[in-house]
Structure formats: structure tokens, C-alpha cells
């Protein structure tokens, strides 16, 4: 039995494409291998997405050395074990009054672009690189200002618009040294 078992191996022909005369051999396996490569991300890595759309705009840009953020991205496996952290976080807010809507990242997409407004009319933010990013009525404030007291000044006026309820300053003095925030991959 193992001898016709062995007989067998030997007399295999290599396989057919079904429709077509040609072989499947080496070169076919690395046209496949080449173009699965090629449709998947790259060097293997999940692509990172914006899944949840928090908002994150640039909103000035003198400063064109400063580094830039990275913005709010997520892997699908990043952006499954977020999703139960998001749905209470967001919810805390309207259960306890402290917000109108029912979950505070509903929020952020009115929020943002009033602060983008508001800096960009501010003549005293004019010598800057700034982004800002909106998450449960959590303003991040990203990115290089000329001296400390701009700084402080960007964020106690943010603090002042409607519906805010943070203000996170991660902002960089000048435009050298490492900043304060992950930076934008390239």
C-alpha cells in the first residue's frame, strides 16, 4: 500500500488553471504573492483610520518648521476596544446634566470650528503653527507658538468658548525639541 501510495506522488502532474492550458508554477505563485502584497498595506501594517471622524484641523501655519500632529487615528483593533471607553465617557455627560446632548462627542463637530475661528481672527496667534482636535468637548491644542504667554493666553481664551469643557495644551514653545504630542508619520 505505501509503495502504490508512493507511485502516486511521483506520477502527480502539475495542476491545471481551470480553463486555461498553461501550468501553475513559481512565476504564477509570485505574480499572486506580488499582487496580494501590492493590495495590503504597507510593510504589513494595519491601515489607521479616523474611524470615530473626530475633528482635527490645522488652523494657523506661519511657523512652517513646527512638527506636525498626528491626528486621531485608530487601527480596527484599536478603534474595537475604544468604542466601549467612547459610548460611556460620551453618556457620563447627559446622565449626569452637565450636557444638552446625549453623548458629548456630538459636540465636537460645532465646538472645532468655532475655535478655528476664534484663533484665526485673534491677531495674537498669528505667529503660529496651530491644530486643534475635538473629543468629548475636550479641546487638544497641538503644535508651536512663539513664546509661554501665547500659549497661556490661546488657552484660557479657548476655555472661555461655549460648550467647552477642557482644554488640553500640548502646544510647543518655538519650533526645535520634541514636542509634546505624537508626531505625524511619515
Not at 69 to 96: D, N, V
Request: charged share 30%.
Amino acid at each position: 500500500m505505501a509503495s502504490h501510495s508512493l507511485r502516486n506522488v511521483k506520477e502527480r502532474r502539475p495542476r491545471r488553471c481551470p480553463g486555461r492550458g498553461d501550468t501553475l508554477d513559481a512565476r504564477h505563485a509570485l505574480i499572486a504573492l506580488s499582487l496580494l502584497l501590492a493590495c495590503s498595506s504597507p510593510l504589513g501594517q494595519e491601515e489607521r483610520t479616523n474611524v470615530f471622524e473626530d475633528p482635527f484641523l490645522r488652523v494657523t501655519q506661519r511657523l512652517v518648521a513646527c512638527p506636525v500632529p498626528e491626528g486621531p487615528l485608530y487601527t480596527q483593533a484599536e478603534a474595537r476596544a475604544q468604542s466601549h471607553l467612547r459610548a460611556e465617557k460620551g453618556t457620563t455627560c447627559y446622565y449626569w446634566g452637565r450636557c444638552r446632548l446625549p453623548n458629548a462627542y456630538l459636540y465636537d463637530k460645532e465646538i472645532i470650528p468655532r475655535v478655528a475661528i476664534f484663533i484665526q481672527r485673534d491677531q495674537r496667534f498669528d505667529e503660529s503653527s496651530i491644530w486643534i482636535l475635538g473629543q468629548r468637548r475636550w479641546v487638544y491644542l497641538k503644535g508651536c507658538v512663539a513664546n509661554e504667554a501665547q500659549s497661556r493666553e490661546l488657552e484660557a481664551e479657548v476655555r472661555l468658548i461655549d460648550d467647552v469643557e477642557a482644554v488640553i495644551n500640548e502646544l510647543m514653545v518655538g519650533t526645535s525639541g520634541k514636542p509634546p504630542y505624537d508626531v505625524q508619520r511619515r
